[in-house]
């Protein structure tokens, strides 16, 4: 024996098999606890990146929409007139406002099942409403849209409506304080 060494310890007992076996409960309890912990980091970090990925494209179609409107002088004269009074437009230009429209609600009713899905949160879905909201104050939109719904999931036409209602109380409100409804055509 070295000096200093530790002596030899002789009470140890041979481990029985019913040690064994605790000893091999607790490594296997120890390793599906340390499974769990790594699943549940797995988890976080794919629920992030799938917001991430629908984020990255709800700002890809806006773009794509908001692109053809600025590259267009036609389409943006169209999508202008026709806020304004969807019955002003030629029945031509009535066709391609209600294409544009349909896709852009079409949009609006993907992004607002995904908001009650989960995907995306209220901080991304509240800035997406009150666009939504800034549509449906436009007369042309009220109109387009009073024919459109039926094309639409019920639970975003009932949204809607509610969205409707709450802009018809906020007219009633702002339209006695010398308030346009409307206003903010440029914003598209």
Known sequence: MHPGAAPPC????PMSLSDLGNLGEFVSGLAVVISLLYLAVQIRQNTRSLRAGAHQSITSHIAELNRTIVENAEVARLMEVGLRDLMALSPEDRRRFNAYNSARFRHYDNLYYQYRA??????QWSGLRNLLRFHLSQPGIVRWWEEARAFYSPDF??????????????????????????????LW
């Open 118 to 123: 989960g995907t995306l949160e209220e901080s």
């Open 10 to 13: 002789d009470n140890l007992a």
């Open 157 to 186: 036409v009932a949204y809607v409506a509610s969205l409707q209602d709450e802009l018809r109380g906020a007219q009633h409100a702002t339209l006695g304080k010398g308030a346009r409804v409307g206003d903010g055509s440029d």
